[in-house]
């Protein structure tokens, strides 16, 4: 089965500096239909102007991972940790009993565009945490956040597991284990799923389907997500 979440009926505020588009509930916007899929509380597609951000503000039992499409943005957080995440970089930040980070574009001429994702951690009071890779995308499903840091991912406090890939009018298949759950978001261009065609900024949550099957229409860019 297939919840389909098209990408006009999102969220969305606009601030000026800040264009933001909310898959689930989050800050003003609130829909009782959309709070979450399984641990998946947040996708935010955003684009910041040049030189504006977040200022410095506070989280906590949170894993978030931030995955740029294009620009650069830098991060700065109450550890130390400062960087610049590009495309073909991913970020995991834990914020565990707390942390505070703050957001910026890195360019003063160019805007920035970027997902960023909340997943509920397994347990409260962790440890705060902040890692960085880059990855290489291609025409598979590359693993990019897991609860055991397999195949060079990201290290997250949950049983999810995350794949990225780039599509270039191939297909790439995908098995859920039995009772597991997945949620699809189309990063650009556009793509069938089990015969279902998602455009960028679609979702899909998906619920005992044991084999997805994902079909690009010329160039696209998807996130999977492996959910308990």
Do not use: C
């Not at 945490?129 to 880059?134: P, S, V």
């Not at 599509?167 to 799923?193: D, I, M, P, S």
């Amino acid at each position: 089965m297939l919840q389909l979440r098209k990408a006009h009926d999102r969220g969305h505020a606009n601030h000026g500096w800040l264009d933001s588009w909310h898959t689930f509930s989050f800050a003003d916007y609130h829909d009782p239909k959309h709070v979450s899929f399984s641990a998946l509380r947040v996708i935010n597609e955003d684009r910041v102007a040049p030189g504006e951000g977040f200022p410095t503000h506070p989280h906590r039992d949170m894993e978030i991972i931030t995955y740029v499409l294009e620009g650069a943005l830098e991060h700065k957080d109450s550890l130390g940790t400062g960087s610049v995440i590009r495309p073909d970089e991913v970020q995991r930040m834990s914020a565990g009993t707390g942390i505070r980070h703050s957001e910026f574009n890195h360019s003063q001429s160019e805007p920035v565009h970027f997902l960023q994702i909340w997943i509920l951690p397994d347990r409260q009071g962790v440890k705060p945490g902040y890692e960085q890779k880059r990855i290489g995308l291609g025409g598979q499903l590359r693993l990019v956040a897991s609860p055991d840091g397999h195949d060079g991912s990201l290290t997250i406090h949950q049983d999810a597991r995350v794949y990225a890939a780039r599509l270039n009018g191939n297909e790439v298949t995908h098995t859920l284990a039995h009772g597991r759950r997945a949620w699809l978001q189309v990063a650009r261009g556009a793509v069938k799923l089990n015969g279902t065609m998602l455009h960028a900024g679609d979702g899909a949550g998906i619920e005992n389907e044991p084999t997805l099957s994902l079909t690009a229409e010329g160039s696209a860019e998807v996130l999977l997500f492996d959910l308990p």
